[in-house]
Every structure is written in C-alpha cells, then in structure tokens.
C-alpha cells in the first residue's frame, strides 16, 4: 500500500549506541518531518525537510542528524543514544507548505537503557 | 508563551454526551486550523479542518474565532470510539516549518 511507514516499530538499545529510524513515503511528498512525542510535552518538532538535500533544525535537534538524499526517504540518526531520547518517534510528510494534512507514520517506539 | 494551548483534560463523559474542547493560539498570523485525533499508541490522524465559518462533520462541529484567538471541538451524542486525544494544531502560512501542535485532549467515553 502506498503511504508512509517507519522501521524499526520497536527498538531497545543501549546508552552510546547509534541507532538509526528509517522512514520512506510513497506519494513524493517534498516536506517530511521528524517529531518525537513525550507524556506532558505533546509532538515536538525534531528535524524537517523540504525538499531532497534540504533539512533544517526543528525544536529539539539535540543529539540528532537526518539527511535526505531521495525524496522518499527521511532517516534520523541517534549518533550517541542518551536514556532521554527514550519516545516515541513520528516521522510525517505533507505535499507543501501550506497543505494543512500531514501524513504520519506509525511511529518508532524506541527505549534506550 | 506557547504557540497553541489546550486543556489536557482527561474529560471523562458519559455516552450519549456532549462534549466540548477548546484551543487558543498566540500568533494571530494564524491561517488555517485542524483537529486531529490520536488512538492510544497510534499516529496522530487528521479528524476535520475548522472554516472561518464554522463547519460541521456528522456528530462533530468545529468553530473558529480569530477575535479571541480560539478554536473548539464541539462532539454530540458521544460513542465508545471517540474515544481518543485530541490535538490542535495551527497553520501559519509562511516557512516550511509552520504547523503548530497543541499538547492534546484526551477523552474517554464510559458506557
């Protein structure tokens, strides 16, 4: 089916390990994004993209880098995982700036030790 | 000040009620406004968009009140599988980065 999909679902690892999210979306969407989701803090906006090789920070690029090499594919790295980065991670995209639906992923359930 | 805020709640309501959500936002540059619901343990999924003029989808009506700076969920005669949370979120019509999230509502509907 075409639509935007997120591996791992889960992921367990541990602190200082580089864990990597993978995203792809099938409709060619130019904007994706990368948010995180806490108890208490709501979506936070973590990295997004407007285009092949465009990324920007969003509010929390702490302790993340993405890249966007293909249009359909939005990966997000924890380089050096830390237990704060323990979430829930979504990873959306919309057709443009001003299209008011964003598409979201299943989300990345991630837990770092 | 945060860009968009709603009561978190949990609104607890009996089936058959009707509830009501509200949401203010900080930027009156503010250009368009959606609610969007998430399942326990899903994705977040576009529920309706709110018009200038209000607008009505089945047992859910939207509003919008750009004097105020407000928009609200209204839900009539409420089922089991509304429940859910409900976020807010605002549109600004410049930047890439421009959709503004609400922390969310969470309903549960008791039978």
């Known amino acids: 089916d075409a639509g935007i999909t997120q591996s791992p679902r889960y992921k367990i690892t541990e602190t200082g390990r580089q864990v990597t999210l993978m995203c792809h979306q099938t409709?060619?969407?130019?904007?994706m994004f990368w948010y995180r989701q806490d108890l208490g803090h709501g979506l936070r906006l973590i990295y997004y993209?407007?285009?092949?090789?465009?990324?920007d920070k969003g509010e929390v690029p702490d302790g993340y880098v993405v890249s966007r090499s293909k249009t359909e594919n939005f990966p997000l790295t924890l380089e050096s995982a830390t237990r704060s980065q323990t979430s829930v991670y979504f990873c959306a995209s919309r057709a443009g700036p001003n299209t008011g639906e964003l598409f979201f992923g299943e989300g990345s359930r991630l837990t770092v030790l | 000040r945060k860009e968009v805020e709603q009561d978190p709640g949990p609104f607890n309501v009996p089936e058959g009620a009707t509830v009501a959500f509200n949401c203010t936002y900080s930027n009156s540059a503010s250009q368009s406004f959606f609610w969007y619901r998430q399942d326990c343990r899903k994705e977040p999924k576009l529920l309706m968009s709110v018009y200038s003029s209000g607008n009505e989808d089945g047992r859910f009506t939207a509003q919008l009140n750009r004097a105020s700076q407000y928009i609200s969920l209204l839900i009539r005669d409420s089922k089991l599988s509304d429940s859910a949370t409900y976020l807010c979120?605002?549109?600004?019509?410049?930047?890439?980065?421009?959709?503004?999230f609400g922390t969310g509502t969470r309903l549960t509907v008791i039978p």
């Open positions: 409709w060619s969407h130019s904007y």
């Open positions: 993209s407007a285009a092949a090789d465009i990324t």
């Open positions: 979120v605002v549109n600004r019509q410049t930047g890439a980065n421009n959709l503004f």
